[in-house]
């Protein structure tokens, strides 16, 4: 199934899995992490600072429930152009993706740097 704007919400139902979800609220709850990741990005970009943390705890929270495969393909069709940057590093520290994974997009340096600092680099 190719991912689109119309059947995102098939597309995350059919990779949602959690033990925990009761009902659909919970799910929507879920689907909402990818608005809120969105949002500390562009905060980030308008000259705000970066939430590492919180952006960290979205991400674990999405890839637990949808998986990694869903979890980018959703987060492909959620995110500009202008958030990759930002947002690769973590995927990395996540091991959601590769160090060699979109190897078109440069890593933000702040992003790498705060990252690190939780690895104890």
């Given at each position: 199934?190719?991912?689109?704007?119309?059947?995102?919400?098939?597309?995350?139902?059919?990779?949602?899995?959690?033990?925990?979800?009761?009902?659909?609220?919970q799910?929507?709850?879920?689907?909402?992490?990818?608005?809120?990741?969105?949002?500390?990005?562009?905060?980030?970009?308008?000259?705000?600072?970066?939430?590492?943390?919180?952006?960290?705890?979205?991400l674990?929270?999405?890839?637990?429930?949808?998986?990694?495969?869903?979890?980018?393909?959703?987060?492909?069709?959620?995110?500009?152009?202008?958030?990759?940057?930002?947002?690769?590093?973590?995927?990395?520290?996540?091991?959601?993706?590769?160090?060699?994974?979109?190897?078109?997009?440069e890593?933000?340096?702040?992003?790498?740097?705060?990252?690190?600092?939780?690895?104890?680099?």
């Amino acid at each position: 199934m190719e991912l689109t704007k119309r059947n995102l919400v098939v597309f995350a139902a059919k990779h949602y899995h959690t033990p925990k979800c009761i009902d659909s609220e919970q799910f929507f709850e879920d689907l909402k992490k990818f608005k809120y990741v969105k949002r500390l990005l562009n905060r980030y970009l308008d000259g705000g600072d970066l939430p590492d943390r919180l952006i960290l705890n979205h991400l674990i929270v999405i890839f637990n429930v949808f998986g990694i495969y869903a979890g980018l393909k959703i987060l492909e069709l959620k995110m500009g152009p202008e958030h990759w940057p930002i947002l690769k590093p973590f995927l990395i520290f996540l091991k959601a993706i590769d160090y060699d994974g979109y190897p078109e997009i440069e890593m933000d340096p702040l992003a790498v740097e705060k990252l690190r600092e939780i690895k104890g680099i």
